[in-house]
């Protein structure tokens, strides 16, 4: 009976040999895929929504992901307000990765002028694919409680926009 067992358990392991090397095999996957689409994110134009004491509204200019504005203020409380506009009008959908800090401009010379901006969240405003569109609201004010003064009426910026695809 002993003897049995044994060659019972030796039959065993060497069955379970064969069947572990038949399913421990390299399985090769062989094949070609094809992905398409047109990336065309970029900043289509700048609209002035409001101003109330800037002397002179330089138009602002704009590049495919970066906009770039320079009012000269007349007074404290100056104030001028914009619309960026993105629009996507490749196939693939996006969504905003990064948008300028603007801590550092604001703290430059003069820092009674600050720029603002709302509208659009970093890592989460997303844009559709084919047409669609965001819109930055971007303001610049002359502290209201900051001394009026002859020099130093502007401060220009530069707020730059990323988009990544959305996942």
């Given at each position: 009976m002993r003897n049995k067992l044994i060659v019972a358990a030796v039959?065993?392991?060497?069955?379970?040999?064969?069947?572990?090397?038949?399913?421990?095999?390299v399985l090769n996957v062989n094949g070609t895929g094809t992905a398409s689409g047109s990336?065309?994110?970029?900043?289509?134009?700048?609209?002035?929504?409001?101003?109330?004491?800037v002397t002179e509204n330089a138009v602002p200019s704009f590049t495919?992901?970066?906009?770039?504005?320079?009012?000269?203020?007349?007074y404290p409380g100056a104030t001028a307000q914009y619309d960026v506009t993105v629009t996507n009008s490749g196939t693939i959908p996006a969504i905003l990765s990064s948008l300028t800090d603007l801590t550092t401009i604001n703290s430059a010379a003069p820092a009674y002028i600050t720029y603002a901006t709302s509208g659009l969240t970093a890592g989460t405003t997303t844009i559709a694919a084919n047409g669609g569109t965001n819109v930055l609201h971007v303001t610049v004010t002359w502290d209201s409680t900051s001394s009026p003064t002859t020099t130093g009426t502007s401060k220009a910026a530069t707020i730059a926009l990323n988009?990544?695809?959305?996942?």
């Open positions: 039959v065993l392991v060497g069955l379970a040999s064969v069947a572990y090397a038949a399913y421990s095999q990336w065309a994110v970029k900043i289509t134009g700048i609209t002035l929504v409001s101003s109330t004491g495919d992901t970066s906009a770039t504005f320079d009012d000269n203020l007349a988009y990544d695809q959305n996942p």
